[in-house]
């Protein structure tokens, strides 16, 4: 009973504040009116009809508005005839036109702002529902992906458990089995870390952790970790920088793990699109002042168009390269780059190949 007699009440009042409207503009029809009636023809009050179609329009619905402006346009050019005890002058006929003329365009002008002002609004509420919505896929995708990484290392748990033997003999056949099965969920860990990482970084920012790193040392590791997978794929991996006091030459201030991973992606994906016998090249220069990193290798290249958009969020190339790829690695390497204060860019090589470079700023000597 209560929220029935709340909403009669709520009702009751939406009417009284339209019906104050009304009564506002009948007064203000009223004394237009009285000015207009009590003065000759000459003299035009018509203009202050406007302020009764503003208020039409701010508090009341279209059907309103253009009552009120007829009303208004009608009362102004009623004048020249009623009471009609003179002859009516040429030039109060042309004040009349005119003002009618800005009663007609005040209707308008109002019409067509309301009209805006409820496209505009209408816009913004389509962006807070997509917002909100990305919020919520973001928030969805980001969580998910952090649940997944639990089952994944009980599996790759249960995976080394089987190849040492603890739940009996392997057999050889049986060994090359679970090698591919442990390759292949550590694989789908990193996606996972990776996809974790890129939410993490674009709601939160890219936090390093600074120290003197040589770039060397980092890509020798990478290297290093990737022969297995160069050996697979039958690709050479091979480094070469500027022999001239090496060991301080490729200083930097940076973040040694994330710059880690800059290297692993870019060599994973330099390998995985190298032909079997192809070759992949890391170079190492120093460029006034800057630290160039330069991986090479030996496959399709890309077209024109992918160029542009290959370290884009989740892009994925529609060249002839040869393995698809999640569009994600190239992205996360693209953040730590710009994070490092530096620039990563592509190119294609001739007569075919790519490469996929980098530059930070550098650093003299450790700590520097």
Known sequence: MLPRLLTRKIGVLTVDHSWVTYWLI??????????????????????????????????????????VTLGAVGLTLLNLFVPGLEATDPSAIANRLITVLALVVTGWLSHRNRRNEEAIAYTQAQLRSQKQLAGMREDFVSTLTHDLKTPLLGAMEILKSFENGQFGEVTSIQEKVLETMA?????????????????????????????????????????????????????????????????SFFWVNGDALQLRRVFSNLLINAINHTPRGGKVEVVLENYSGDQVVKV????????????????????????????PESGMGLYLTRQIIEAHGGTIWTENRLPKGAMFAFQIPGSLLPGN
């Not at 496959?299 to 994925?316: D, N, V």
């Open 26 to 67: 009948a007064i203000a029809f009223a004394v237009v009116i009285g000015l207009e009636y009590l003065t000759p023809p000459q003299y035009v009050f018509g203009y202050l009809y406007t302020g009764t179609i503003l208020l039409a329009n701010s508090r009341l619905n279209r059907a309103a508005v253009l009552g």
């Open 183 to 247: 390759r292949s969920h550590h694989h789908t860990l990193q996606l996972v870390e990776t996809l974790l990482d890129i939410y993490r970084n674009d709601a939160e920012g890219l936090k390093l952790q600074l120290s003197p790193v040589n770039l060397l040392t980092v890509a020798s590791d990478a290297i290093a970790t990737l022969t297995e997978l160069a050996r697979t794929g039958q690709v050479s991996v091979s480094l070469d920088h500027d022999k001239s006091d090496f060991g």
């Open 296 to 323: 090479l290798d030996s496959g399709s290249g890309m077209t024109e168009e992918e160029l542009p958009q290959i370290f884009e969020r989740f892009y994925q190339g529609k060249g002839d390269r040869l393995i």
